[in-house]
C-alpha cells in the first residue's frame, strides 16, 4: 500500500530565509509524486510532480524537490521565502491505479 | 476559464435534508474524482469516473452519498440525510490518462456546513 508522511504540520521562515517542507513515503514499487499548495479559500494548485524522470524537479514559483529513493523522500525546498508563499502544502503519492493519496499537510508561515 | 468548475461554493443546509453539487471538468478530460477534505486533514478520496463508469467508490461513500456523470462530462455528488458529520469542503478534480503519473486538476471546492 501506498501512504506519505508530512512530518511537520507547521513551519514558519523569515521572509527571504530557505523552506524545507518534508515528506516521506512508502511505496511498494516506484511511484509518481506531487506537490500542491492550497491557498485559503482557493482550490488545489499543483506545484511540481515526479514522474521516474528526473529526480531533481522544478516547479512553479521558485520550487523545487528531490526524489531521494534511499530515504523515500520527497522535500519541497525554495531558496528564498516571499509572503505570498504562506499557505498549507500537500505532499501526494500516486498508487498503482493512479489514484493518488494525500499528507496531512504543512502549514507554511512567513514571518516578515 | 477552462479550469474545473464547481457548483455552489458554499452550501448550508440542515441536518435531514438531501444537498446535490455539481462539477464540470476540463473538457476533454476523461477521469473525475470527488474528495472530502475536512479542518486541518488532506483531502480523502471519496470516488472517481473514466468516461461515465463508476470505477471506485471509498469505504468513506455511505449509501447516503451516490454519485454520477451520465455523459462522461459533468458529475454531481448528493448527499440524503445530510448529518452534521457530512460538514467539510467537497473537491473535485478532473484529469487526462495518459500514463503514469496523471495530474489531477482541482475545482475550488464547495463548503458544506450542515446545521
Known amino acids: 500500500a501506498q501512504s506519505v508522511t508530512q512530518l511537520d504540520s507547521h513551519v514558519s521562515v523569515s521572509e527571504g530565509t530557505p523552506v524545507l517542507l518534508r515528506c516521506n513515503y512508502s511505496?511498494?514499487?516506484?511511484?509518481?509524486l506531487f506537490w500542491y499548495v492550497q491557498h485559503p479559500n482557493k482550490g488545489l494548485q499543483l506545484l511540481l510532480k515526479?514522474?521516474?524522470?528526473?529526480?531533481l524537479v522544478k516547479g512553479i514559483n521558485g520550487f523545487e524537490a528531490e526524489f531521494k529513493k534511499s530515504e523515500t523522500s520527497f522535500h519541497l525546498t525554495k531558496p528564498s521565502a516571499h509572503m505570498s508563499d504562506a499557505a498549507e502544502y500537500f505532499c501526494?503519492?500516486?498508487?498503482?491505479?493512479?489514484?493518488?493519496?494525500f499528507g496531512k499537510g504543512t502549514r507554511l508561515h512567513i514571518l516578515p | 476559464d477552462t479550469g474545473v468548475s464547481q457548483d455552489p461554493r458554499h452550501k448550508i443546509t440542515k441536518r435531514g435534508q438531501n444537498v446535490t453539487f455539481r462539477c464540470d471538468p476540463i473538457?476533454?478530460?476523461?477521469?473525475l474524482y470527488w474528495y472530502r477534505q475536512t479542518l486541518g486533514q488532506g483531502p480523502e478520496f471519496l470516488t472517481y469516473?473514466?468516461?461515465?463508469?463508476?470505477?471506485?467508490k471509498s469505504r468513506l461513500l455511505s449509501d447516503r452519498f451516490s454519485a454520477e456523470r451520465p455523459k462522461g462530462s459533468f458529475s454531481t455528488l448528493e448527499i440524503q440525510r445530510t448529518e452534521q458529520g457530512d460538514s467539510a469542503m467537497y473537491l473535485c478534480?478532473?484529469?487526462?490518462?495518459?500514463?503514469?503519473?496523471?495530474?489531477?486538476?482541482f475545482g475550488p471546492g464547495t463548503r458544506l456546513l450542515v446545521l
Open positions: 473538457s476533454e478530460h476523461n477521469r
Open positions: 478534480a478532473s484529469s487526462l490518462l495518459v500514463g503514469k503519473g496523471e495530474t489531477q486538476y
Open positions: 501526494v503519492v500516486s498508487a498503482l491505479d493512479d489514484k493518488i493519496i
Open positions: 515526479y514522474t521516474s524522470a528526473a529526480t
Open positions: 511505496s511498494s514499487y516506484s511511484p509518481s
Open positions: 469516473f473514466q468516461n461515465e463508469a463508476q470505477l471506485e
